[in-house]
Every structure is written in C-alpha cells, then in structure tokens.
C-alpha cells in the first residue's frame, strides 16, 4: 500500500506540496474556531507532539542512507 503511494506522492511538485501545507493550515484554523478549548493546551505537550510528529521525516530526510 505504501509503495503505492510513494510512487504517487513522487509526481508531486513542489507547489503542490506547498498548497497541501496552507489547505492543512486553514482546516486547523477552522478546527480551533470549532474548539476553542484546543488553544489551552499547554506549550510544553505541543512541543512533544511536535517532535513526535517529525522525528521520522526528519530521520528519513537528513540522517538515513539509502
């Protein structure tokens, strides 16, 4: 499954990669204005969930050899 995604995600371009991120950013927007109780979710386990979140691109980007 993911292989073929990978050969799909490969006729990507950059713009396209780009407008995927602000359609992400606006869908987040909308999702706090439905909760607002989202914006009180302390700094610290943001910053956790983030790492988390990029520990493996990052990692597959920067540090691992093909």
């Keep these: 499954m ?8 490969k006729k990507l371009t ?3 990669i780009k407008l995927i991120k602000c359609s992400v950013f606006f869908a987040t927007i909308i999702i706090v204005k439905f909760f607002p109780q989202l914006l009180k979710i302390n700094y610290p386990i943001l910053i956790i969930l983030m790492i988390a979140c990029v520990a493996r691109p ?3 980007f ?3 050899k093909k």
């Design 2 to 9: 993911f292989k073929k995604l990978n050969e799909r995600a």
């Design 14 to 16: 950059l713009l396209d």
């Design 58 to 60: 990052f990692y597959s």
């Design 62 to 64: 920067w540090i691992k």
